[in-house]
T-cell receptor, first 109, second 116 residues
Framework: EDQVTQSPEALRLQEGESSSLNCSYTVSGLRGLFWYRQDPGKGPEFLFTLYSAGEEKEKERLKATLTKKESFLHITAPKPEDSATYLCAVRPINNDMRFGAGTRLTVKP | DTGVSQDPRHKITKRGQNVTFRCDPISEHNRLYWYRQTLGQGPEFLTYFQNEAQLEKSRLLSDRFSAERPKGSFSTLEIQRTEQGDSAMYLC??????????????FGSGTRLTVV
């Protein structure tokens, strides 16, 4: 069964304190792994797509990496405006996108 | 094109009533998806369309739920005889899909349904 598990559930950082969010997955063939950011009361906002192990993508303070079993979202020197829930999703070969429960990130000034 | 639009943003209804939500996708996108999200959880897949054809429905989607996408443009999601357990955020997303790639979904802001 296709599954996505994100950890930790919640993360509190001081401004400038770098850290990583984890997304572990099991799928019957991966067509893509996606990262989204979601602010309260809004729909998820697309960040990255990763297609194969070893691939990396960067956007401002965020960097996503992918292995055969997990993906990491690295946040370098975060700012309070990075506070949000970060969702990981996988698109298996024979199914539509499946989301994890998310990591709720809070960055304190 | 300003993205994916959903209407209404909020809906409060009494148990047993029918409700209908509308989604207008990005015009160049050929796929349209409906998801449901409850507090503290990630979005849960309900159904999707490629153009006007409904290609997949979740096993979790009861027969009280129906979705349409006439002419492959906007879509509606109807819930009949609403129950308190239907209270959730209903998200619509669209994407451009080819045989090889399915690009990242663009989500709307959602419709928050409260059944009282």
């Amino acid at each position: 069964e296709d599954q996505v598990t994100q950890s930790p559930e919640a993360l509190r950082l001081q401004e400038g304190e770098s850290s990583s969010l984890n997304c572990s997955y099991t799928v019957s063939g991966l067509r893509g792994l996606f990262w989204y950011r979601q602010d309260p009361g809004k729909g998820p906002e697309f960040l990255f797509t990763l297609y194969s192990a070893g691939e990396e993508k960067e956007k401002e303070r965020l960097k996503a990496t992918l292995t055969k079993k997990e993906s990491f979202l690295h946040i370098t020197a975060p700012k309070p405006e990075d506070s949000a829930t970060y969702l990981c999703a996988v698109r298996p070969i024979n199914n539509d996108m499946r989301f994890g429960a998310g990591t709720r990130l809070t960055v304190k000034p | 094109d300003t993205g994916v639009s959903q209407d209404p943003r909020h809906k409060i209804t009494k148990r047993g009533q029918n409700v209908t939500f509308r989604c207008d996708p990005i015009s160049e996108h050929n796929r349209l998806y409906w998801y449901r999200q409850t507090l503290g959880q990630g979005p849960e897949f309900l159904t999707y369309f490629q153009n006007e054809a409904q290609l997949e429905k979740s096993r979790l989607l009861s027969d009280r739920f129906s979705a349409e996408r006439p002419k492959g443009s906007f879509s509606t999601l109807e819930i009949q005889r609403t129950e308190q357990g239907d209270s959730a955020m209903y998200l619509c997303a669209s994407s451009l899909a080819t045989d090889r790639y399915n690009y990242g979904y663009t989500f709307g802001s959602g419709t928050r349904l409260t059944v009282v």
